[in-house]
């Protein structure tokens, strides 16, 4: 359960919702498609960030394994006013052309990964994910620059709105704790199959390879306060996600 300090804001375990802790539930549905919200949704002052509870915005984590439909989600929070800290975009800032992410991916893995100074992903990933010790020194490279400009960026949103973060695998990355409650987008894996087959050209192999390679939906509910449940089609999802938004921003919904 939670407990409360200073500003509104709470020192938080997770809210987990079908294991019994009988936090007050909201339901929001549409279609196909509903949210699961437990609430409430308040400012965590166990959140590590230089700013006040009151001088800062609600940090919402947004997680999804492939083809659930995160992307949109984002993008309809983010149309609805929300900063975006999405960290597969700041995952190549921070190893762009001249910065010192590369330059310690040059001197750890040599010049070969980056011809003419930018970074040839394919060959990285052809090193790394065959190799755990490569891979765990990608990793100490990247996340702290990753984290440290997620954090600058969710620190740059008003205090009295929402901020995102954005990350496929803030879970499996244990990143839970930078934020104040996590939403995530889950999907029957035949509907997300298709969506991937049609929308992304990938080989129905290949979509079940990648959804089954990844933590499953019943283990992100774990850590979840917010579920978006997609089942139905995009505009059953924007409605949906658009009046988990209004739930955050407001505590209620029109």
Known sequence: MQGRCAYGGTSKTPNKLYEGDHMPQIEIAHGETRALVTTPITKSCDVPTKLDCKDRALWIG????????????????????????????IAREVVEPGTE????????FGADVAPEGVLDRARLAGIVFS??????DLNAI???RIRARSLEILESAPADSIAIYDAAILIEAEMT?????????????????ERLVKMRGMSEEDARNRIANQMS?????VHASIVLENHGSLSDLDYVARKVYELLVTGETA
């Open 62 to 89: 947004l997680s999804g394994g492939i083809g659930a439909g995160k992307s949109a989600v984002t993008k309809t929070w983010q149309d609805m006013g929300a900063t975006i800290a999405d960290a597969d975009v």
């Open 177 to 193: 704790h930078l934020v104040d409650a996590v939403a995530i987008v889950v999907g029957d894996i035949e509907q997300r199959v």
């Open 101 to 108: 992410g590369l330059a310690e991916i040059i001197d750890r």
């Open 217 to 221: 939906d019943d283990e992100r509910r």
């Open 142 to 144: 990247t996340h702290p």
């Open 131 to 136: 190799n755990r010790e490569a891979l765990a």
